[in-house]
């Protein structure tokens, strides 16, 4: 499946599965992934994506999408319509139909029952805080529930009750009769269903109360036949819980948990509650801003599909918990756009250069290759005019040491056609360069120059026949490795003003001209691009995804 079998990680969980195969613990593998769909998916959930999807295609089995969808109050169908599509831009298909654990409410509240008819659950009218404060923690035993002994015709009809929308919200709840003593806080009596008077997206009124994630979600495994239900560690403590409703119901499957380490990245945040903050407070655009960890945001940043499971290959699965550095992620778009990127000539922040010895209204073809390593990819046609533009940083007054760029006297490559030496520099009322006198030789179309130097190679475009484009220079989101780890100070405090710097006079090699949007390219000398949606009929817009070099590496030494 991946391209990059040399950098693949170690991942636990495949060794576990070829043992459960090994010894005939399962013949079939069938996983699954659970989204919420109360925000967009992230680069963690890439991580869980690549693994469970993954880990079917390694095993010739099969993994589901379901959408974990107990919670109506914070969740919409606009998540729901941006998780399919996200996973399938990855690369990835479930099997059969899209699955909503709302699909199974109707299941749940029958096993809800089971549990009643057996003694193993109660209505309880314990308030929130109540409830809390009978719970306990880690050096205290909880407290049995006054409400505890009810008897099973009595909750019989409490939880119908509440199933018919006679209590208000949090007037009571369904819990499971297990222990209060239990050194397991997770085993204490935990709610199994409470009430919600809330429209859910899936089954609009039908419902007024709503099982509880624990409740839901290792039934819905077994009832989906999943032989490997794959979550992060936190719900490692839940593990106890998820075990007693298979061992306490009659299931058809005995699916088991194994968790793993989510991921963390530097320089960013995962967590779909502070991405939606950014969102919810305007201090991004949208959730597919190309400054935000999340796919739609990646994918709109130019990131492809293959450069996000490569990187999830790299970082392993294990049970650590870690900081991946950023580098990593962007190292691994460089090197697909690196091989795979067409190469082009923009010029971000124009300087004009004006060929003092070459005709107005001439022009000629040079002819470059698309990729300097890949002839398959063929060759492209700029067009030179006497009217050039050159990068204003490509022009040094006073150059420092070394400069191998434009300065006055100096003689330059312009990258695959002629080489030009700056005769005079126009500078405008405020002492700003804005224009450069040059020359150009004409005996150097494919040629060294004869009895001098060429200093450098330098990019530029025809200033009569070229695109305007509008250039976002975009960077890492926040200046901090940890936003999220200081005590006193909010993560958003930690925002990279130069996050997003727009350019607006770029301009791009005429070839470039009606671009689809998400074509990426390498800008000769600037870095890797793609175009956004934005672009229009005058003007293409264009994000940069990642420079041609890590400049936060030094940084964080
Ligand atoms: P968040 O904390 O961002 O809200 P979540 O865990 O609540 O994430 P879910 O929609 O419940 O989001 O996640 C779906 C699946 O993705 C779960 O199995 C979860 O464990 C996994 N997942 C979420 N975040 C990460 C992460 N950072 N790394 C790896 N897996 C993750
Ligand atoms: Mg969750």
């Not at 599965?17 to 769909?37: C, M, Q, W, Y």
């Not at 909503?100 to 299941?107: I, V």
């Not at 994918?299 to 499971?309: A, E, Q």
């Not at 290959?313 to 580098?327: A, K, P």
Request: hydrophobic share 35%; glycine share 6%.
């Amino acid at each position: 499946m991946s391209n990059n079998e040399t950098t693949k990680a170690s991942n636990f969980i495949h060794q576990m599965i070829e043992d459960d195969l090994a010894n005939g613990v399962h013949s079939k593998i069938v996983t699954r992934f659970p989204p919420e769909p109360n925000g967009y998916l992230h680069i963690g959930h890439a991580k869980s994506i690549c693994l469970n999807f993954g880990t079917a295609e390694k095993f010739n089995g099969v993994c589901n999408l379901r959408f974990d969808d107990t919670n109506p109050e914070k969740e919409e169908q606009e998540y729901v319509d941006a998780i399919k599509s996200d996973v399938s831009w990855l690369g990835f298909k479930w099997d059969g139909d899209i699955r909503y654990t709302s699909d199974y409410f109707q299941q749940l509240f029958d096993w809800a029952v089971h549990l009643i008819k057996a003694g193993k659950a109660y209505v309880c009218d314990l308030t929130p805080e109540e409830a809390r404060e009978y719970r306990g923690n880690f050096t205290t035993p909880g407290k049995d529930s006054p409400y505890r002994d009810r008897t099973v015709e009595e909750n019989l009809e409490l939880f119908e009750k509440m199933r018919a929308g006679e209590f208000a919200e949090g007037a009571c709840a369904l819990r499971a009769k297990i222990d209060m003593q239990s050194p397991s806080m997770i085993l204490r009596d935990p709610m199994l269903y409470r009430i919600l008077h809330k429209s859910h997206h899936q089954t609009g009124d039908k419902w007024c109360i709503y099982p509880i994630y624990d409740f839901a979600h290792g039934q819905s495994d077994a009832i989906e036949g999943i032989t490997h239900s794959l979550c992060t560690l936190e719900f490692e403590e839940h593990r106890p819980l998820y075990d007693w409703f298979i061992e306490n119901l009659p299931v058809p499957a005995q699916p088991k948990q194994t968790e793993f380490a989510r991921l963390n990245i530097n320089y960013t945040v995962t967590s779909k509650r502070k991405l939606k903050q950014l969102v919810d407070e305007s201090i991004v655009a949208d959730w597919n801003d190309p400054r935000m960890p999340t796919i739609s945001g990646l994918r709109r940043r130019g990131y492809t599909p293959i450069s996000i499971r490569n990187f999830c290959d790299s970082i392993g699965v294990t049970r650590s918990n870690s900081t991946v550095d950023m580098g990593m992620l962007e190292a691994a778009i460089r090197e697909d756009l690196d091989k795979n990127a067409p190469r082009a000539m923009v010029v971000t922040q124009p300087l004009k250069v004006t060929i003092t010895n070459y005709d107005e209204g001439e022009e000629e073809w040079f002819e470059l290759p698309v990729h300097p390593k890949d002839e398959s990819m063929g060759m492209r046609k700029v067009p030179f005019t006497r009217n050039l533009l050159v990068e204003q940083e490509d022009f040094a007054e006073v150059p420092p040491r070394k400069w191998k760029r434009l300065t006055q006297g100096v003689a330059v490559r312009l990258r695959g056609s002629y080489v030009i030496t700056c005769e005079e520099v126009i500078k405008d009322a405020d002492g700003n360069v804005v224009e450069l006198k040059c020359t150009y030789d004409p005996a150097t179309k494919g040629e060294n120059p004869v009895g001098y130097k060429a200093k450098g190679v330098i990019h530029w475009v025809s200033a009569d026949n070229s695109v305007p484009c509008e250039v976002r220079m975009y960077d890492r989101l926040f200046t901090e490795e940890n936003p999220d780890g200081d005590k006193e100070r909010d993560f958003k405090e930690f925002i990279n003003p130069e996050s997003l710097v727009t350019l607006n006079d770029a301009r791009a090699e005429i070839g470039m001209k009606g671009t689809d949007v998400e074509s990426r390219f390498q800008f000769e000398r600037t870095g890797y691009f793609c175009v956004d949606p934005d672009t229009s009929d005058d003007k293409l817009v264009f994000n940069r995804t990642v420079g041609l070099r890590d400049s936060w590496a030094k940084m964080q030494k």
